[in-house]
């Protein structure tokens, strides 16, 4: 498998894919043009900010199975589309944060303290100690948007400065606000006019782009510092312009623009700001654990050693990965057959968890499910990522829910399938020693092992019923692997699950169909054991 490293990344990157069997190859500085065409040979991709991953470039991208973000912002990948297209999308959220933070706080001194100017100032021979008079950070309103890693950090180094800390985030508890004494505010306008330097530390998404504009400006006090080194485009840079001239800003301190580099910025041309070309990760030690963490999470994913650090797959630690990891085996089987006994179209599902596997995060459980159902009958291969925005594309009612209800089983699964013409429950279960079994047919008692070709008949209970079918089996020299048999009452309707270990010709299905007392015959395939 193929790795492709879109942007600059430390040599540990490309080192530990190499040891751990992959092919790499490196192209920073490549053109978007050229991404289009070159991802189409890869199964992964590591970037930072250099490129963008759009619809557009994930149109080719057949071959792809997981992109890494070498850092925390994602917003320079289409993580909607590759959701769409079952492509793993990870990024490495704690590598940098604290650079990040560092540099956040160096900006609000240079910027407070005035330092760059002087240094030019100074270097073209300059002695001017007057014009330089800035501002101390103790005893000042620090205001933070954003209270996340980096939010945090920047808070307890700002508390070290003695700076009186406030902030801003409606998503976190107030636990955290309480434990890194921290001054919570309800409202973003709460804290944009008690602060006097205010820092920015929120993703850029739909929501935050310009979060910052003409009407937060008229809310802070006037002669407010401002930092960002979150992303361009969270701050309205025409409506900064204005504030910074206007007097209402006092300076501010910028690493990242709305387009980057960035081209005739006027911003740049104030002697109120300063700036820093996109910087805050561009520590040795950040760049390092970015690119370890990130070639650790592309080479586990790829391998199926696990997922990390993914945006669209539900969080599970690996221990808990571990132990539900038969289960999303086994429910992915329990789909692909009863797809096959139901037929496509379903309408709805409902999966009912009962026993230890109730009481644990089953979301990857159902995902895997919903990926059984949508294989057999799509073209385009349905997955872990996509499954359930695939299933409510598909309008499919997914339901689940928990039972007490367990009987002599440590867990059991059931799952229901309706279409508009036919219905099927089944119902399984793992033992102790991880066996997977199917335990309930449509209210059929059985013990059926989902693997490889079965051959699924209703028929009339009588004498003679496993031998005719077995004897027809033998006839065209088919081995029978396994054999299960449950029926409701004697003499009436039975159900019979024969695992064959070679295909079943039409002949043989057409003479099993005309045996005594036959009322239906599927065959059903499904992946041999450990190969889905
Ligand atoms: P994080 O996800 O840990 O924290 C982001 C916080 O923002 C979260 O707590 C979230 O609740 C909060 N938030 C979201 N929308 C908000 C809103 N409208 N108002 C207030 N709070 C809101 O991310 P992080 O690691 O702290 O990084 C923050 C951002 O910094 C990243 O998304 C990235 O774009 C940027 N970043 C820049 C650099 C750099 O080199 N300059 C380096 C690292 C990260
Ligand atoms: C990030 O989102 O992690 C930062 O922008 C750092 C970077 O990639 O340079």
């Avoid at 312009?241 to 580099?261: M, Q, R, T």
């Avoid at 385009?380 to 928990?402: F, Q």
């Avoid at 019923?465 to 004897?471: E, H």
Wanted: net charge neutral; proline share 3%; aromatic share 4%.
């Amino acid at each position: 498998m193929k790795v492709l490293l879109a942007d600059s990344l430390a040599t540990e990157c490309e080192d530990i894919l190499t040891r751990a069997g992959l092919e790499v190859v490196t192209r920073p500085g490549i053109s978007q043009e050229e991404l289009k065409e070159e991802i189409k040979g890869y199964e992964g991709v590591i970037l930072r900010s250099g490129v963008k991953i759009t619809d557009k470039v994930l149109a080719g991208a057949e071959r792809l199975k997981a992109i890494c973000r070498a850092g925390i912002g994602v917003d320079n990948v289409d993580v909607e589309e590759a959701t769409k297209r079952g492509v793993i999308v990870m990024n490495t959220p704690e590598g940098n944060a604290t650079s990040a933070a560092e540099h956040t706080i160096g900006l609000l001194f240079a910027v407070a303290r005035k330092i760059s100017q002087a240094h030019k100032s100074l270097q073209k021979g300059e002695w001017k100690r007057d014009k330089f008079i800035g501002f101390q950070v103790a005893g000042k309103a620090l205001g933070i948007i954003g209270l996340g890693r980096i939010g945090r950090q920047v808070a307890k180094k700002a508390a070290a400065l003695e700076m009186r800390v406030i902030a801003y985030d409606p998503f976190i508890s107030p636990d955290i606000t309480t434990q890194y004494l921290i001054q919570r505010t309800n409202t973003l306008e709460e804290v944009l006019s008690q602060a006097d330097f205010i820092t920015i530390h929120v993703p850029l998404n739909a929501s935050t782009r310009n979060l910052i504009e003409e009407r937060e400006f008229n809310l802070m006090k006037p002669g407010v510092i401002l930092v960002n080194a979150s992303r361009g485009g969270i701050v309205n840079e025409k409506d900064l312009y204005e504030a910074i001239v206007s007097g209402k800003v006092a300076g501010a301190a910028l690493d990242v623009f709305e387009v980057e580099p960035p081209k005739g910025n006027k911003l740049l041309e104030l002697e109120q700001v300063i700036a820093t070309p996109h910087l805050g990760a561009q520590t040795v030690e950040a760049q390092k654990a970015v690119a370890v963490e990130a070639a650790e999470q592309m080479a586990d994913a790829l391998l199926g050693k696990g997922v990390r650090n993914a945006l669209n797959l539900p969080v599970v630690n690996p221990e808990e990965f571990a132990q539900l990891q038969p289960f999303i085996n086994f429910t992915e089987r329990m789909g692909i057959f009863l797809m096959q006994l139901t037929g496509c179209g379903v309408r709805s599902v409902a999966l009912i968890y009962a026993g230890e596997i109730a009481k644990k995060n089953t979301r990857l459980v159902t995902d895997s499910f919903l990926v059984g159902i949508l294989k057999p009958c799509m073209e385009e291969g349905a997955n872990l990522v996509n499954a359930p925005s695939l299933a409510m594309e598909k309008g499919i009612d997914v339901s689940v829910t928990t039972s007490g209800l367990c009987g002599d089983f440590t867990n059991l699964i059931t799952a229901k399938v309706k279409t508009e013409t036919a219905e099927s429950a089944v119902t399984g279960t793992i033992f102790n020693k991880g066996d997977a079994r199917l335990v309930f047919i449509d209210g059929y008692t059985i013990e059926a092992v989902l693997e490889g070709m079965m051959l699924v008949v209703y028929a009339k209970d009588r004498v003679g019923l496993i031998g005719g079918v077995g004897t027809i089996l033998g006839s065209e020299g088919i081995n029978i692997a396994r054999m299960a048999f449950g029926r409701k009452k004697a003499g009436g309707t039975a159900l019979l699950i024969v695992n064959v270990d070679n295909p079943i010709s039409l002949k043989a299905l057409e003479k099993i169909e005309k045996l005594e007392g036959v009322e239906s015959v599927r065959l059903v395939q499904l992946p041999s054991n450990g190969k889905q």
